[in-house]
């Protein structure tokens, strides 16, 4: 099975930018829909990014397109987002999931989590 471990979260200003990484154990990302969830506090978990196991596609949630780019690297046991033009309501705790469901964006399709990851954006 693998094991995810976030990094690179932190405090940022409007506008900036950050680069969250997703290290896997374990085993690799290979047969994985890797994605990219965050929760702010009050709010339910809600998706954000994903890259598909079948032909690596990516996918957006509307409100990061343009601005987030999920990526992984070649060996497949880091999986990235880059996130750029921040803004206040970014801020939340993010999650790196792994599911075996292609194209998924509901967090029960995803059954291996990290345990998450803080951003906050100021104004």
């Known amino acids: 099975q693998v094991q995810l471990v976030e990094s690179g979260g932190g405090l940022v200003q409007a506008g900036g930018s950050l680069r969250l990484s997703c290290a896997a154990s374990g085993r690799t990302f290979s047969g994985y829909n890797m994605g990219w969830f965050r929760q702010a506090p009050g709010k339910e978990r809600e998706f954000v990014a994903a890259v598909t196991k079948i032909g690596e596609s990516t996918y957006y949630t509307d409100s990061v397109k343009g601005r987030f780019t999920i990526s992984r690297d070649k060996a497949k046991t880091t999986l990235y987002l880059q996130m750029n033009s921040l803004k206040p309501e970014d801020t939340a705790v993010y999650y790196c999931?792994?599911?075996?469901?292609?194209?998924?964006?509901?967090?029960?399709?995803?059954?291996?989590w990290g345990q998450g990851i803080q951003v906050t954006v100021s104004s």
């Open positions: 999931a792994a599911g075996e469901k292609n194209w998924a964006t509901v967090p029960r399709d995803y059954d291996r």
